[in-house]
Nanobody, 121 residues
């Protein structure tokens, strides 16, 4: 059974940095796009960043220039480096991956359980 497990969340002050990691494990044939979403209290889940298997990244406007997404294909891992954090970045951050789980022959979207990021002075 495929699992996505996030780590690295926590409490930081405005202007500080955090690095989130997510590893997909299980009977995986291939991982396509990987990404991060976030959901703040009372708001809908929103895209933060996504990266293709080839390394092409797309960012939400609100995080451009501050966040960097990266991945290690050999480890089925995606990371999110978050710099200059602001209180409005406070949210639960979810990892997602579009992947093919054996013995299926089609891809599907999988989600982690989320990690809390709290930015407060």
């Amino acid at each position: 059974q495929v699992q996505l497990v996030e780590s690295g969340g926590g409490l930081v002050q405005p202007g500080e940095s955090l690095r989130l990691s997510c590893v997909a494990s299980g009977n995986i044939f291939l991982v396509n796009d990987m990404g991060w979403y976030r959901q703040a209290p009372g708001k809908e889940r929103e895209l933060v960043a996504v990266i293709t298997r080839g390394g092409s990244a797309t960012y939400a406007d609100l995080v451009k220039g501050r966040f960097t997404i990266d991945r290690v294909n050999a480890k089925n891992m995606v990371t999110l480096q978050m710099n200059d954090l602001k209180p409005e970045d406070t949210a639960v951050y979810y990892c997602t991956a579009n992947l093919i789980e054996r013995p299926r022959q089609y891809s599907d979207d999988y989600w982690g359980k989320g990690t809390q990021v709290l930015v407060s002075s």
